[in-house]
């Protein structure tokens, strides 16, 4: 069972084919809801060496970046790297 852990939002690297994807309006509406209701959902990143990478959940990790965030709740996966 995965447990939620907090990381520091400055450890996360988000791979370059994610940042294509990201959508302004999304970011913002999911700030405004995290700000309101906390984060319900945490994202997804994997160890690599120093650093954490993002697997899943973009947005909701720039909506931290937005709410002036500098730690967010993570679940630790094993992924493989594409």
Do not use: W
């Not at 994610?18 to 959508?23: A, E, Q």
């Not at 999911?30 to 973009?58: E, W």
């Not at 909701?60 to 967010?72: D, F, H, Q, S, Y």
């Amino acid at each position: 069972m995965l447990r939620p852990v907090k990381v520091k939002i400055a450890e996360i690297y988000v791979p370059v084919k994610f940042k294509g994807t990201l959508d302004a309006e999304k970011v913002q509406t999911l700030a405004q809801s995290i700000a309101q209701d906390g984060m319900t959902n945490p994202i997804l990143v994997r160890q690599d060496k120093d650093r954490f990478v993002l697997v899943s959940g973009l947005h909701r990790l720039e909506a931290c970046k937005a709410l002036g965030e500098t730690v967010i709740t993570t679940y630790h996966v094993q992924a493989k790297k594409f």
